[in-house]
């Protein structure tokens, strides 16, 4: 099933998500529906809070833009070990028509589990640690938003609101 997602301003993007105690049929169910919806979207990542669970679960595939990406679920993950800097252009389901250059550490190494319960751990360069960084703040509640200059997010904001004024009257015109 494809599930709405969740774009700012909606709370539950900038709350801090729960970890997840018991894989059980409800969060394989929620699995199954995040990668439906990442691909769908199409997106090469997607955090459990942009459906509207504040759980610790992500989803990514980095083949869209590498080929030896892979479909990776990882519940619970954990940052290790980080290493290097770079800064690189990225964008966010949940945040619509914002792209920025962000700095990120250029390598990590992250710990969770996988969706059977298993223990995984994954060494990520490049493209993949970008994707793996993002999703992780998005469990911790931090957007795009919360990793640009004040001005830009200013800017940002200000489009928004106006964007929104914009539906509401269209809405009311064709009402
Ligand atoms: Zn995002």
Redesign the pocket.
């Known amino acids: 099933m494809i599930l709405d997602i969740k774009k700012y301003p909606d709370p539950v993007l900038t709350k801090k998500a729960k970890k997840i105690k018991n894989i059980d049929q409800e969060i394989q169910k929620l699995i199954d529906d995040m990668i439906e919806t990442m691909y769908a979207a199409p997106g090469v990542?997607l955090?459990a809070p942009?459906v509207g669970h504040s759980l610790r679960l992500a989803v990514f595939d980095s083949s869209v833009k590498e080929e030896e990406g892979l479909l990776t679920v990882m519940i619970n993950p954990e940052i290790i070990e980080k290493n290097g800097e770079i800064i690189m252009k990225e964008g966010?389901?949940?945040?619509p028509g914002l792209e920025a250059e962000i700095k990120r550490s250029e390598q990590v190494k992250v710990i969770g589990l996988d969706r059977n319960g298993h223990t995984v751990t994954i060494e990520a360069t490049g493209f993949l640690a970008r994707v793996i960084q993002?999703?992780i703040d998005?469990l911790e509640g931090i957007?795009?938003l919360d990793r640009i200059s004040l001005l830009k997010r200013n800017i940002y904001k200000r489009r928004f609101v106006k964007k929104q004024r914009e539906e509401a009257k269209e809405q009311a015109a064709q009402e």
């Open positions: 990542g955090a942009q966010c389901l949940s945040v993002h999703e998005h957007l795009l």
